[in-house]
């Protein structure tokens, strides 16, 4: 098991039986060939996206059109949230999937009460979104895709917000790990690479 792999705390309802394979619309049964192919598929999605944003409101429904428009040729769930128990990566527990949708609809009226961040001085907004993007990733409503998810999500609320989001400007790494100090409720790791990558 690698630093970028999951487990449920019972059995994984996602995964074919006696595997760590997600079900897949391509049924393929190898976790490597599976990873590459994703990456392949979605990275595809992923730049369709910035020619032609997904329309929402920035709300939880909005979040599920963008994974769903991302994951839809590889996964029958995708934009589904997740069921099941906790969610675990790298011995950091994620919201259990009874309690998302509920999470998720308090966690967006917030954002929402703060107009989504628009009309903020470049500072304030990194703080805000250091915040959001925290929140977000400890939520972790989907069983796969959650990281790429969220930066499409973000970026797109950030050019509404009239700032720009450049994610090529740090390593995946260093972001990575800003956000794990993020779901401890250390911010400033990810204040910093966003001060970095926040470009307007």
């Known amino acids: 098991m690698n630093k970028y792999d999951y487990s449920y705390t019972e059995s994984d309802p996602y995964?074919?039986?006696?595997?760590?394979?997600?079900?897949?619309?391509?049924?393929?049964?190898?976790?490597?060939?599976?990873?590459e192919a994703e990456r392949e598929i979605t990275c595809f999605k992923l730049l369709e996206l910035h020619e032609k944003p997904?329309?929402?409101?920035?709300?939880f429904a909005?979040?599920?059109?963008?994974?769903?428009?991302?994951?839809?040729?590889?996964?029958?769930?995708?934009g589904i949230p997740r069921t099941g128990g906790f969610l675990s990566k790298s011995g950091t527990l994620f919201v259990q999937g009874i309690y998302i949708k509920d999470t998720a609809n308090k966690l967006f009226t917030e954002l929402s009460s703060e107009n989504k961040l628009r009309g903020l001085e470049k500072e304030v907004f990194i703080r805000r979104l250091a915040y959001y993007m925290g929140e977000v990733n400890a939520l972790h409503p989907f069983r796969e895709g959650n990281g790429r998810t969220a930066r499409e999500f973000f970026r797109e609320l950030a050019l509404k917000a009239e700032h720009?989001?450049?994610?090529?400007?740090?390593?995946?790494?260093?972001?990575?790990?800003?956000?794990?100090?993020?779901?401890?409720?250390?911010?400033?790791p990810l204040?910093?690479?966003?001060?970095?990558?926040?470009?307007?």
Request: aromatic content about 12%; glycine content about 4%; charged content about 20%.
């Open 62 to 78: 909005h979040l599920c059109a963008i994974h769903e428009f991302i994951f839809c040729d590889v996964y029958n769930w995708a």
């Open 54 to 59: 997904i329309n929402g409101r920035f709300g």
């Open 191 to 200: 204040i910093n690479v966003l001060h970095s990558i926040v470009t307007i």
């Open 164 to 188: 720009c989001i450049d994610y090529g400007l740090t390593e995946a790494d260093t972001l990575l790990n800003a956000d794990v100090e993020a779901y401890a409720k250390n911010y400033d």
């Open 15 to 35: 995964c074919y039986a006696d595997s760590k394979v997600l079900v897949n619309k391509l049924n393929i049964r190898d976790t490597t060939v599976l990873y």
